[in-house]
Nanobody, 115 residues
Protein backbone atom coordinates (compact mmCIF):
# COMPACT_ATOMS: atom_id res chain seq x y z
CA UNK A 1 0.00 0.00 0.00
CA UNK A 2 1.07 3.55 -0.62
CA UNK A 3 -0.49 6.96 -0.16
CA UNK A 4 0.27 9.93 -2.39
CA UNK A 5 -0.46 13.46 -1.18
CA UNK A 6 -0.27 16.39 -3.56
CA UNK A 7 0.23 20.01 -2.56
CA UNK A 8 1.19 23.32 -4.13
CA UNK A 9 -1.83 24.06 -6.28
CA UNK A 10 -3.56 27.41 -6.32
CA UNK A 11 -4.59 30.42 -8.36
CA UNK A 12 -1.99 32.10 -10.54
CA UNK A 13 -2.04 34.61 -13.39
CA UNK A 14 -1.11 33.60 -16.91
CA UNK A 15 2.65 33.59 -17.30
CA UNK A 16 3.20 32.71 -13.67
CA UNK A 17 4.71 29.63 -12.04
CA UNK A 18 3.74 26.98 -9.52
CA UNK A 19 5.53 23.98 -8.10
CA UNK A 20 3.48 20.94 -7.21
CA UNK A 21 4.73 18.35 -4.74
CA UNK A 22 3.68 14.74 -4.32
CA UNK A 23 4.71 13.17 -1.03
CA UNK A 24 4.70 9.37 -0.95
CA UNK A 25 4.19 7.28 2.17
CA UNK A 26 7.02 4.90 1.24
CA UNK A 27 10.35 4.92 -0.54
CA UNK A 28 10.09 5.91 -4.19
CA UNK A 29 13.61 5.10 -5.30
CA UNK A 30 12.67 1.72 -6.72
CA UNK A 31 9.30 2.69 -8.17
CA UNK A 32 9.49 2.07 -11.90
CA UNK A 33 7.25 4.93 -12.98
CA UNK A 34 5.67 7.98 -11.40
CA UNK A 35 3.75 10.66 -13.20
CA UNK A 36 1.58 13.74 -13.05
CA UNK A 37 -1.82 13.71 -14.73
CA UNK A 38 -4.41 16.44 -15.03
CA UNK A 39 -8.11 16.62 -15.67
CA UNK A 40 -9.95 19.73 -16.74
CA UNK A 41 -13.76 20.03 -16.44
CA UNK A 42 -15.47 18.05 -19.17
CA UNK A 43 -12.22 16.55 -20.43
CA UNK A 44 -10.48 13.22 -20.08
CA UNK A 45 -7.60 12.82 -17.68
CA UNK A 46 -4.31 13.23 -19.52
CA UNK A 47 -0.73 12.47 -18.62
CA UNK A 48 1.36 15.59 -18.29
CA UNK A 49 4.78 14.24 -17.35
CA UNK A 50 6.37 10.94 -16.33
CA UNK A 51 9.61 10.07 -14.58
CA UNK A 52 11.14 6.62 -14.47
CA UNK A 53 13.24 5.08 -11.72
CA UNK A 54 16.49 6.07 -13.44
CA UNK A 55 15.11 9.63 -13.67
CA UNK A 56 14.51 9.76 -17.41
CA UNK A 57 11.47 11.86 -18.23
CA UNK A 58 8.83 12.44 -20.86
CA UNK A 59 6.28 15.21 -21.36
CA UNK A 60 3.04 15.88 -23.15
CA UNK A 61 3.57 18.10 -26.18
CA UNK A 62 1.36 20.78 -24.64
CA UNK A 63 3.75 21.32 -21.71
CA UNK A 64 7.17 20.63 -23.22
CA UNK A 65 9.62 23.40 -22.44
CA UNK A 66 7.37 24.80 -19.69
CA UNK A 67 6.98 21.98 -17.15
CA UNK A 68 9.69 19.94 -15.43
CA UNK A 69 9.16 16.75 -13.45
CA UNK A 70 11.76 15.72 -10.90
CA UNK A 71 12.06 13.63 -7.78
CA UNK A 72 13.95 13.56 -4.51
CA UNK A 73 14.32 9.95 -3.43
CA UNK A 74 15.59 10.97 0.00
CA UNK A 75 12.37 12.91 0.63
CA UNK A 76 10.09 10.42 -1.15
CA UNK A 77 8.71 13.33 -3.14
CA UNK A 78 8.03 14.00 -6.80
CA UNK A 79 7.74 17.55 -8.08
CA UNK A 80 6.21 19.30 -11.05
CA UNK A 81 7.64 22.74 -11.76
CA UNK A 82 5.21 24.62 -13.98
CA UNK A 83 6.37 27.82 -15.69
CA UNK A 84 4.75 30.12 -18.24
CA UNK A 85 1.35 28.89 -17.17
CA UNK A 86 -1.59 29.34 -19.51
CA UNK A 87 -5.34 29.39 -18.83
CA UNK A 88 -5.60 26.04 -20.62
CA UNK A 89 -3.39 24.52 -17.91
CA UNK A 90 -6.29 24.95 -15.47
CA UNK A 91 -7.17 21.51 -14.10
CA UNK A 92 -6.97 19.21 -11.13
CA UNK A 93 -3.48 17.72 -11.08
CA UNK A 94 -2.99 14.16 -9.82
CA UNK A 95 0.11 12.27 -8.78
CA UNK A 96 0.34 8.68 -9.99
CA UNK A 97 2.55 5.68 -9.33
CA UNK A 98 2.73 2.09 -10.47
CA UNK A 99 4.15 -0.61 -8.21
CA UNK A 100 4.13 -4.19 -9.46
CA UNK A 101 1.21 -3.44 -11.80
CA UNK A 102 -0.85 -1.79 -9.04
CA UNK A 103 -1.80 1.81 -9.65
CA UNK A 104 -1.91 4.50 -7.00
CA UNK A 105 -3.45 7.97 -7.25
CA UNK A 106 -3.33 11.01 -5.06
CA UNK A 107 -6.43 13.04 -4.21
CA UNK A 108 -5.51 15.85 -6.60
CA UNK A 109 -4.68 19.52 -6.27
CA UNK A 110 -6.46 22.32 -8.13
CA UNK A 111 -4.49 24.62 -10.41
CA UNK A 112 -6.31 27.64 -11.79
CA UNK A 113 -4.66 30.00 -14.25
CA UNK A 114 -6.40 33.32 -14.84
CA UNK A 115 -6.03 35.27 -18.07
Amino acid sequence: QMQLVESGGGLVQAGGSLRLSCAASRSIGSIARMAWYRQAPGKQRERVAVIWSESSTNYADSVKGRFTISKDNAKNTVYLQMNSLKPEDTAVYYCYAVITLRQYWGQGTQVTVSS
